[in-house]
Structures are given as structure tokens and as C-alpha cells.
């Protein structure tokens, strides 16, 4: 049994993750920030967005001030409801957003986002947001007219690209397939909402600092240690950035 956000409601599963009435679709990263269920197009050979992450200035988890965990009024327990718009428009955040739905799309099991990136370091964070994006117009709760609402969100470190067991430097400037699964989610976006996807590299202090350079142990990393990176998201036909999805098709 799981509860099914955006409906509130409670659903039961013949088995977890679900399969009867499941189809895979995979969203995939376009030109000009948009996302859609279509591939690239073969146009998009070696397409790509970039940023500069700086670990001098990470990208905060929720908005600042950020209260001590146990002091009073932190909002610990609730930071992954955060309106995730006090991020949407920084330099070192890219963003990706479907047209408005046009129907209901319901989402249930576990998601996985397929990353081809790259860095000018030799070493890197790679995170990735889903997030549900409300309607600017939105009778039920006018002031949660276009609130962004994260779904999932999670961290792949660079430095384990072919093993958690060995890190290792990664090839400053080679494109790499990052795979980063998520903990099950059952989730409906509803008509009207559009689907949002971010991809930063810092997401402090709930992750910490990455130097960008390889060290053998980053908790002993030097300031010295810490250098700014140039990151390549790819979004051609042979390097399609994606987010597969498992989408419940009605019976």
C-alpha cells in the first residue's frame, strides 16, 4: 500500500515495484530548457547545457537562512517541500520543463535518471531534482499558483563512476553515463502541471562539499583543494540525457 500524492489518496499493489498496467516513458532533455517524451532530434548531434560549479558558493537545499537541525522553527522536517523556485534561476542550476499536461500522469515505482555528463574536473557531484511544477493558475490554492514541489531528488559522486568500492579520477572532459536510481515514488501530476527536471552539483550542507579535483579523502580535502568546474549535461541523439519513468496507463 502506498499513498499516492498529488490525488492524496491510498492505493494497494499486487506487488512493489508495480508491474500490472506499467509502461516505462523516458523524458528526455531538450534544446531551450524543455523536456518531452520524443528523442532528440539527429540536429542535436553533440548538444549540450553547461554551468560553472563552484564550491565557494553551493547551491543551498532550502532557502537561507538555513536554521540550525534542532533549533526551533528549522523546517528540518519538511525541507523536501520547499518551493524549489529559490534555486530555479541560479547560474550554476539547470532546468528543464515540459509544456503544461494535458492529462492526468500518474507515476508509480521507482525512477531512474540517465545522465550523460561531463566535467572539467576530476571529480564531481551530479544531482538530479523532479519536481512538479503547479499551475500559475491554481483555483483550488491560489497561493500555490506555480509552486515547484520535488518529487525525488538525489546525488551520484563522480569519483564512483565504475565502482563504490575503488574511487577513482574521473577523465577531466569525457562523457560518462551516470545512472542514479531513486527510492520509490507514487506520484500523480496532475492536468495542467508541467514536469520540471534540475541538475546541479552542489546541494549544501545536506551534501557535502565536493573539492572537484580527486583526493583520496575529501573530509580531509584542503581549501587548496577546491577548484570551480565547467559541467556538460548532453542532449543529443547519441548522448540522450533522461529520466525514465514508470507511468501507470489506465486498464
Same mark, same amino acid.
Given at each position: 500500500?502506498? %499513498?499516492?500524492?498529488?490525488?492524496?489518496?491510498?492505493?494497494?499493489?499486487?506487488?512493489?515495484?508495480?508491474?500490472?498496467? !506499467?509502461?516505462?516513458?523516458?523524458?528526455?532533455?531538450?534544446?531551450?530548457?524543455?523536456?518531452?517524451f520524443?528523442?532528440?532530434?539527429?540536429?542535436?548531434?553533440?548538444?549540450?547545457?553547461?554551468?560553472t560549479?563552484?564550491?565557494?558558493?553551493?547551491?543551498?537545499?532550502?532557502?537561507?537562512?538555513?536554521?540550525?537541525? +534542532?533549533?526551533?522553527?528549522?523546517?528540518?522536517?519538511?525541507?523536501? +517541500?520547499?518551493?524549489?523556485?529559490? !534555486?530555479?534561476?541560479?547560474?550554476?542550476?539547470? #532546468?528543464?520543463?515540459t509544456?503544461?499536461?494535458?492529462?492526468?500522469? !500518474?507515476?508509480?515505482g521507482? +525512477?531512474?535518471?540517465?545522465?550523460?555528463?561531463?566535467?572539467?574536473? #576530476?571529480?564531481?557531484?551530479?544531482?538530479?531534482?523532479l519536481?512538479?511544477?503547479?499551475?500559475?493558475? %491554481?483555483?483550488?490554492?491560489?497561493?500555490?499558483?506555480?509552486?515547484?514541489?520535488?518529487?525525488?531528488?538525489?546525488?551520484?559522486?563522480?569519483?564512483?563512476?565504475?565502482?563504490?568500492?575503488?574511487?577513482?579520477?574521473?577523465?577531466?572532459?569525457?562523457?560518462?553515463?551516470?545512472?542514479?536510481?531513486?527510492?520509490? #515514488?507514487?506520484?500523480? %501530476?496532475?492536468?495542467?502541471?508541467?514536469?520540471?527536471?534540475?541538475?546541479?552539483?552542489?546541494w549544501?550542507?545536506?551534501?557535502?562539499?565536493?573539492? &572537484?579535483?580527486?583526493?583520496?579523502?575529501?573530509f580531509?580535502?584542503?581549501?587548496?583543494?577546491?577548484?570551480?568546474?565547467?559541467?556538460?549535461?548532453?542532449?543529443?541523439? &547519441?548522448?540522450?540525457?533522461?529520466?525514465?519513468?514508470?507511468?501507470? !496507463?489506465?486498464?
Amino acid at each position: 500500500m502506498t %499513498f499516492r500524492t498529488g490525488r492524496n489518496e491510498w492505493v494497494r499493489h499486487d506487488a512493489w515495484p508495480p508491474k500490472r498496467n !506499467v509502461v516505462e516513458k523516458r523524458l528526455y532533455f531538450q534544446a531551450d530548457g524543455r523536456l518531452a517524451f520524443d528523442p532528440p532530434p539527429p540536429s542535436a548531434e553533440g548538444a549540450f547545457d553547461s554551468y560553472t560549479s563552484d564550491p565557494a558558493n553551493p547551491v543551498p537545499y532550502r532557502p537561507r537562512p538555513v536554521r540550525p537541525m +534542532l533549533s526551533s522553527g528549522s523546517g528540518w522536517g519538511t525541507w523536501q +517541500l520547499e518551493d524549489q523556485r529559490f !534555486v530555479d534561476h541560479r547560474p550554476d542550476v539547470l #532546468t528543464w520543463e515540459t509544456d503544461p499536461l494535458e492529462g492526468d500522469l !500518474v507515476v508509480s515505482g521507482e +525512477l531512474t535518471a540517465n545522465l550523460f555528463a561531463a566535467t572539467t574536473g #576530476t571529480d564531481s557531484d551530479w544531482i538530479v531534482k523532479l519536481i512538479d511544477v503547479y499551475a500559475e493558475d %491554481f483555483k483550488t490554492d491560489p497561493k500555490m499558483g506555480g509552486y515547484q514541489l520535488m518529487i525525488a531528488g538525489d546525488v551520484f559522486r563522480g569519483r564512483y563512476h565504475n565502482s563504490f568500492e575503488k574511487p577513482e579520477p574521473v577523465v577531466p572532459d569525457s562523457v560518462l553515463r551516470y545512472t542514479i536510481k531513486f527510492p520509490g #515514488t507514487d506520484h500523480v %501530476f496532475l492536468k495542467g502541471h508541467r514536469i520540471m527536471v534540475q541538475v546541479q552539483s552542489t546541494w549544501f550542507p545536506l551534501i557535502d562539499r565536493n573539492p &572537484q579535483m580527486f583526493v583520496p579523502n575529501i573530509f580531509l580535502a584542503r581549501e587548496s583543494d577546491f577548484h570551480k568546474a565547467v559541467q556538460r549535461v548532453f542532449r543529443s541523439s &547519441q548522448q540522450a540525457s533522461h529520466i525514465l519513468l514508470p507511468t501507470l !496507463v489506465p486498464e
